[in-house]
């Protein structure tokens, strides 16, 4: 049994392809088209809505908020101006990754911290020992994101944005309504998340659907996202790699390294969750991208006489990933057909040694129950990244 | 009357357990004799049938803890074996909704989430700790104790034991430590804020037990009842279709199919010796039968001392036997209701009354009840666990009508003026179980149509269950592994040759596992005792 | 810079001040009281009378210990008096007061303790073994432990194996008949623990006391008394009155502490005496230490239950007969206990059952100044956790009541009273709880488990940080073991 998010009469009533989507408990639309692609190009042409609420937000507030964060996260939060905005991942003991997200300086002593993943009793027990309180906001709060080319127009047009710039965030007033804006993202794209009372959310959703049809406005369902965030280059919690509250084994677990989130660690400084660890771990493995070769899909459809054809969606199952001499050297995790970029691209995780750009490796690839391989190229992440998306 | 034939094996007592060792037995091409003193198989595993059209499952009431090798082994679903997971736990409350833990996260959480969002958040996490420490003992529950006192001959095994201990790490192993020997409450306080949902976990801590959630080791029996699987999936706890008893049935129908004899309404009286060897068993009505071994399904007290004889035993087993602990702690309520009743907490025909409900609305609750029983009263306020099977399987009741089966603790077997008193507080023991009920179901009293009441002292005389203990024998640390029944006789032999143990007073102890019945078999088999 | 800061004065602390001092090494001790002893100081009752506000008693205190600390003392075998004229004498083996099979029963026990003496000693006198270490150390060590295990033979190895997970009400009732010797033997061995003779696993608690008694009992003020002399006489320097606020790490190591005055002391290794959760999560910034370290230390029990009147009287207590008390334990029968024991659990504001353990001390015990003459008698109430509502003056009242029943005249002797809450040993030793033992002595936070399975062998998972409180093996008897221990192996750490 799923829960609503607060605008949840909006996409309810828009979705006309019923297809919906388990998001940490919570009923998120999958693609409120049948097909998602019109939604996937609103992205990249005009803007796409998202409905993000489902996402964890913790406040964390107190003295120590700061010292707090850094001692959480592997980012020295403390360093992070007021009004801006970090993206960084958290650990336990032994620098297996838990979850990623963005935090927030909204003020002093209050920062915002998203997460994927339920897990308020980590955070929460991690938090004895400093002045803070943690107070898990979620449902409390709706979470939009506005992300196209077109959002910046689109926002201007409700309320002064005053040239909000790249991570960085604020409050303003949207169509009458006091909301929080932070200029990020997850679709690797020029883009917004609006952060504003649960209430208020229908009334935001409204006002911004209104304004949005001169902008090429859609909603955007999961689908889409998913599509726009491999683009991207983004890890996802549970898919490219899985939070160590829920692996059984050491094995399962990953490290930021291995996400390429590596370059979110910040080491040198005081200790921090997973520190040592990290330390010892750092580059056993490396994140990168993948391209397969168009033509060997294509030879593998039609040795079954078939003509090409690949999923809307983007697939969220593993395929192991091997060298020249048909041994498996690492997996990839997530894997799409890019509209953008036509080509099949994905990413993938193996040892330092293969993952530079250039080297030719295998991609397992299945044909009506055929399994074969497809060669690869990798490349560096990420597959798309407009300069919209920092520029001023 | 004299023998005619001589069986390789008589089994005595058709509990599950002596039920599957027959069919093991037999299915290897042994001569086998399953003798009943009832009228009906499967010992506390039976349905029976008071009141026309209402089966009720007079004591064992769910299944999980049934090895899958079992059922596989015997083809029990050929034989009409059925199980329906439960749909969910309900725990109802007196002030606001109660809780429902459903097998799906995301209700689940939603529900937790009313009481503490962390505990919400943490709720997974801990039932895959569960499930870790479970892989870990579970093989121990599929092979014989290991005995670290029998160094060196139990090398290897105790060695393997212990390399096991050691791949679980540090905190693997603390855990495990803890596990085996803190309360159920100082398991749960380190997981979760929320006494609502720490009462009704921690009430699988005491199932069976006379111990309090708060009792150090209980922490133990709670992840038995964690382990318990249907097919290999984890977790599941389900109704046999046609009640209890089904499972009974199909066993002994596996079993007879195999070509064991099975005879009902033959009570053993003793179990003949010839030089400290068993050689046959003589029944109440006189009839004599003979083998070369007899395994007794019955437990230990009832078998040493009543069907051998303290005579045939030297002291210091009779000392170790008279030691093992029984101390019934837990009373039956059978109803049979003319309408299904409606929780003022949640009303309703909702899916939630077709899980198991239980009335443990706090920690303190629970712990007063053990209170009462620990100075020799039944529970005022007693933890009950209530099913109401027929709303999942509609063959046990008439149409439109239920049955619901509460079973309830504390009931002490040893009252404070004796076991005899129960026999005069039967009935003020059914009232107050109908009246805790009726607080939280109003007008679940006038729905009675009939009302079956255990007591321990019931279950003693009626199922031969030695003072009223489900378990055969307490399912303490000190009587689990290599000390059940007693040290040095853990391996279903007994002092007295050719006479073996069975049944849940032997490793791995109690509930419808049918594991000792299995590994009994076992053991004769592949050592070639028989 | 000196070598070593030792956290707490009190017996643990003082043992291994001395020992590293023997050694050879720099030592400095930090105690926040203003006197050295830490629960063992005596501290006046009344005008010219002292006791000590915690500990009165030590057990399990070993020639090896006081070798080490290089000091001299005899420990004896005192009579234990219950209700009911039961006499429990250790010195003869023997019990008075009960039936004849008792009696033999109660010989059996102690043949049985004798027995198993020797696995106990093992266990108690060296550092746990880390289950988790390999080496051929680790292997050696369990090895031995396991060779005396076999020594015991398969009748005492199955009693005690059965033993150790069964309710003391259990173990008792397979052996006695008499509710007197049974209520004494259950309140002695339960006197620190916040359980009933019905909770399981306390059978093993009541085996461990008579071990330890059986090896003598010591006033702690006598042990005081000559650790303090041992410690001047090498010229340890101890500073009173002032409290660690934090350990100070470089990173990779202990480097010292830090006073609550601000000064610093510097120091290659710091060893703490003071409660483990308090060491670890409050003198430590948090993150020095594991993330699942600290969950774990989070839910260390260690809810103290039992509080300490004492009395000072101008007769003795006399039993009936006429004589001195000398220890006694009061508690009629298990079931009195066990609903002490409930009423505490529930924390209850009636105080219908009391159990009462204690000592009589005469002038020797160095319990007055000179010139005064009187008696004084110290009492462990238990089962008053410092959250259970009970009026102190009823409280007293009842224990006056309850001691009147041995010794009517107790009322016209009694001179002056001091009473000591759970909640005020709590905050006047740090106790983080009140237990006085620093943790609850259940199997769970025992041997390799106290006070965490990462840090029983007495190294905290920070270099160069120790620790050797009563939180650490063996934990028990307020002897100085843990203290000795530790200081062995920052020893064998150089
Ligand atoms: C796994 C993953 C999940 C993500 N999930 C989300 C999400 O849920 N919501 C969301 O909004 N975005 C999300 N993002 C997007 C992310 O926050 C940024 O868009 C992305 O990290 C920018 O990095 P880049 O490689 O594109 O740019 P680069 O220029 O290579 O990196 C920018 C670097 O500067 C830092 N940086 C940039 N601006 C600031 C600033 N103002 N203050 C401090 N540091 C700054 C970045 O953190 C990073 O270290 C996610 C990214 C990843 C990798
Ligand atoms: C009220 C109650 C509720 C329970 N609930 C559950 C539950 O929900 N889930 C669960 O897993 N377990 C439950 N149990 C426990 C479980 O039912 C038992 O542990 C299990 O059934 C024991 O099986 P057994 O074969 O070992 O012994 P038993 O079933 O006790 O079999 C012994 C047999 O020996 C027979 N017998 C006795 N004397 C003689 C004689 N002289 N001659 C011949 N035969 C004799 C008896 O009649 C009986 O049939 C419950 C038990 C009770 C009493």
Redesign the pocket.
């Known amino acids: 049994m799923l829960l609503p998010t607060p605008v949840h009469s909006r996409t309810f009533a828009a979705c006309r392809s019923f297809r919906f989507k388990d998001w940490g408990g919570y009923l998120a639309v999958a693609a409120y088209d049948p097909s998602s692609e019109v939604e996937y190009y609103a992205v990249r042409h005009g803007c796409g809505l998202f409905d ?1 609420s489902p ?1 964890r937000k913790y406040d964390i507030s107190g003295p120590d908020a700061g010292a707090f964060l850094s001692y959480l996260t592997v ?1 020295d939060v403390a360093k ?2 007021v009004g ?6 958290w650990c336990n003991d032994d620098g297996q990754l838990i979850d ?3 935090v927030t300086r909204i003020d002093a002593e209050h920062y915002r911290l ?1 997460a ?1 993943l339920p897990g308020l009793h980590w955070v929460d027990d991690r938090a004895s020992g400093f002045n803070v309180t943690v107070s898990d906001v979620t449902d409390r709060l709706v979470a939009l ?1 506005l992300q196209g080319p077109q959002a910046r127009g689109l926002l201007e047009q409700l309320g002064e944005l005053n040239k909000l ?4 965030s604020r409050a303003v007033r949207l169509a009458g309504l006091d909301c929080y804006l ?5 679709t ?1 794209d020029l ?1 917004y ?1 609006i952060w504003a009372d649960a209430a208020d959310g229908p009334a935001l959703w409204d006002a911004l659907l209104a304004a949005g049809a001169a902008f090429g406005l859609r909603p955007a369902g999961l689908e889409a996202l998913d599509i726009c ?1 491999i683009e ?6 549970g898919i ?1 790699y899985r939070s160590a509250l829920q692996c059984h084994t050491a094995a399962q677990s990953s490290t930021p390294y291995e ?3 590596g ?2 660690v910040d080491l040198e400084r005081e200790p921090f969750v997973g520190q040592a660890a990290l330390r010892k771990r750092r580059g056993e493995e490396r994140l990168f991208g993948v391209v397969a070769d168009w033509p060997a899909i294509e030879a593998l459809f039609r040795l079954q006489g078939l003509p090409p054809t690949i999923p809307s969606a983007a697939s969220r199952e593993g395929v192991p990933l091997y060298d020249g001499d048909g041994c498996q050297i690492g997996r990839v995790t997530s894997r799409t057909w890019s509209p953008q970029l036509k080509q099949y691209i994905g990413i993938a995780a193996a040892p330092q040694a293969h993952a530079v750009p250039g080297t030719r490796l295998q991609m397992e690839f299945t044909v009506e129950y055929q399994r074969r391989q497809v060669p690869v190229t990798v490349t560096e ?2 597959f798309f ?1 407009p300069p919209r ?2 520029s001023r | 009357m004299t023998a005619t034939t001589r069986y390789d094996a008589i089994i005595v007592g058709g509990g599950h357990n002596g039920l599957v060792c027959a069919a093991y037995l037999a299915g290897a091409g042994r001569k086998v004799l399953l003798l009943e003193r009832r009228h009906l198989l499967g010992g506390a595993a039976v349905t029976e049938e008071h009141l026309a059209g209402f089966k009720y499952s007079a004591c064992s009431y769910v299944v999980s803890l049934l090895r899958p090798e079992i059922i596989h082994d015997l083809e029990l679903a050929k034989h009409g074996l059925s199980i329906i997971p439960l749909a969910c736990s309900f725990t109802p409350d007196l002030s606001g909704p109660g809780l429902v833990r459903w097998p799906d996260f995301a209700r689940t959480h939603d529900e937790i989430s009313r009481l503490s969002r962390r505990d919400a958040d943490r709720y997974p996490e801990f039932g895959k700790a569960m499930g870790k420490m479970g892989d870990f003992i579970r093989p121990l529950l599929m092979q014989p104790a290991p005995d670290p006192t029998r160094l060196p001959r139990r090398l290897g095994e105790s060695l393997s034991l212990l390399r096991r201990l050691r791949k679980l790490g540090p905190r693997g192993l603390a855990q495990f430590v803890q596990l085996m020997t803190q309360s159920a409450v100082d398991l749960l306080d380190r997981w979760f804020e929320s006494d609502r949902l720490k009462a009704p976990m921690a009430c699988s801590g005491i199932i069976g037990t006379f111990l309090g959630v708060r009792s150090p080791t209980t922490a133990y029996v709670l992840l038995h009842h964690y382990m318990g699987e249907i097919d290999g999936a984890y977790r599941a706890w389900g109704f046999a279709r046609g009640g209890t008893g089904a499972i009974s049935e199909a066993i002994a129908s596996a079993a007879r199919a195999r070509g064991a004899e099975i005879l009902c309404e033959a009570a053993v009286e003793k179990i003949t010796t010839r030089r400290g060897s068993a050689r046959g068993v003589v029944l109440e009505d006189g009839r004599e039968f003979e083998a070369r071994v007899v395994i007794s399904a019955c437990d230990p007290r009832r078998t040493f001392f009543s069907f051998v004889g303290r005579d045939q035993l030297d002291d210091d087993f009779v000392a170790q036997i008279t030691r093992y602990r029984y101390r019934g702690s837990s009373g039956k309520v059978n109803l049979a209701l003319d309408r299904l009743p409606d929780f003022s907490c949640r009303p309703g025909r909702g899916l939630h009354l077709q899980g198991d409900i239980a009335i443990a609305p706090s920690i303190d609750y629970l712990e007063r009840a053990y209170d009462e029983a620990k100075h020799g009263a039944f529970s005022r306020r007693p933890y009950i666990n209530l099913v109401i099977p027929s709303l999942t399987d509609p063959t046990v009741a008439p149409p439109g009508k239920h049955v619901m089966s509460a079973f309830v603790q504390y009931a002490p077997y040893q009252l404070a003026e004796g076991p005899a008193a129960w026999d005069q507080q039967r009935e003020a023991f059914g009232d107050t179980v109908v009246e805790t009920l009726e607080e939280y179901c109003p007008g679940l009293k006038d729905a009675i149509l009939h009302r079956q009441v255990l007591t321990p002292l019931d279950l003693e005389r009626e199922y031969g269950l030695t003072e009223g203990n489900i378990f055969h024998g307490e399912l303490s640390l000190e009587q689990l592994l290599f000390m059940r029944p007693t040290m040095g006789w853990a391996r279903y032999q007994t002092p007295i040759q050719n006479l073996w143990l069975c049944a849940s007073g032997a490793h791995p102890g109690g509930g419808l596992m049918g594991a000792p019945g299995a590994l009994c078999a076992r053991r004769l088999l592949e050592e070639h005792y028989l | 810079m000196i070598d070593v800061v030792v956290i707490g004065a009190g017996i643990n602390g003082l043992t291994a001040a001395t020992m590293l001092a023997r050694a050879g090494l720099a030592v400095e001790v930090v105690e926040a009281r203003p006197v050295l002893g830490g629960m063992a100081a005596r501290e006046p009752i009344a005008d010219g009378y002292l006791a000590p506000v915690g500990i009165y008693e030590t057990t399990g205190v070993r020639p090896w210990m006081l070798n080490a600390v290089g000091i001299a003392l005899s420990p004896e075998l005192p009579r234990l008096h219950g209700s009911g004229g039961v006499v429990v004498d250790l010195a003869q083996r023997r019990v008075e007061g009960v039936d004849p099979t008792d009696a033999a029963a109660f010989e059996d026990l102690v043949e049985l303790v004798t027995r198993i003496g020797p696995l106990f000693w093992r266990l108690m006198d060296h550092p746990p073994i880390d289950p988790v270490a390999s080496g051929w150390r680790s292997l050696w060590a369990a090895a031995r432990v396991g060779l005396s295990a076999r020594r015991l033979g398969f009748e005492a190895l199955r009693e005690l194996l059965r033993a150790a997970p069964m309710p003391l009400a259990d173990f008792l009732d397979e052996r006695f008949e008499s509710n007197a010797l049974k209520g004494l033997l259950a309140a002695e061995a339960l006197k620190y623990r916040f359980a009933g003779a019905k909770s399981p696993t306390t059978a093993l608690d009541l085996l461990a006391a008579l071990v330890y008694q059986s090896a003598g009992i010591v006033p702690a003020c006598r042990l005081l008394e000559r650790l303090v002399a041992a410690a001047k006489h090498h010229e340890l320097r101890v500073r009173c009155g002032v409290r660690v606020s934090s350990v100070n790490f470089d990173g990779s190591r202990a480097t010292g502490v830090t006073l609550s005055d601000g000064m610093r002391i510097e120091a290659r290794s710091v060893l703490s005496t003071v409660h483990p959760r308090q060491t670890l999560c409050e003198l430590i910034s948090p993150r020095y230490l594991p993330a699942a370290l600290r969950d774990d230390l989070r839910a260390w029990r260690s809810q103290g239950s039992t509080a300490r009147l004492d009395l000072v009287l101008a007769q003795p207590l006399r039993d009936n007969a006429g004589r001195p008390l000398s220890r006694f334990a009061l508690s009629d029968n298990l079931s009195e206990l066990e609903r002490a024991y409930d009423q505490g659990k529930h924390r209850q504001s009636t105080l219908e059952q009391l159990v009462l353990t204690g000592q009589q001390f005469d002038l020797d015990g160095g319990f007055a100044d000179r010139g005064h003459d009187a008696h004084v008698v110290c009492l462990t109430v238990q089962h008053v956790p410092s959250d259970r509502v009970v009026d102190e003056n009823a409280l007293r009242a009842a224990v006056r009541q309850r001691l009147s029943a041995i010794d009517a005249n107790l009322a016209q002797h009694l001179r002056a009273e001091r009473f000591t809450s759970v909640a005020a040993l709590a905050q006047g030793f740090a106790l983080d709880g009140g237990q006085f033992e620093h943790g609850e002595l259940s199997l769970d936070q025992q041997y390799f488990m106290r006070p965490q399975i990462r840090c029983a062998s007495y190294r905290a998972p920070l270099r160069g940080l120790y620790l050797g409180g009563n939180g650490s093996h063996p934990g028990r008897g307020f002897n100085g073991a843990a203290g000795a221990l530790a200081a062995n192996a920052m020893l064998a750490d150089r």
Do not use: H
Not at chain 1, 84 to 89: A, F, G, I
Not at chain 1, 182 to 186: A, E, L
């Open positions: 993000v996402l980012r992070l101006a801006r905005v970090s993206y960084l991942c990623d997200g963005t998203t994927t994101a710039r790249f991570f960085r932070t200029r990020t993202g997850y690797g883009g998340e965030r991207a280059g983004f890890v996802l919690n490219d996400c390429g989130l370059w979110a992440l990420p990244d998306k920092r």
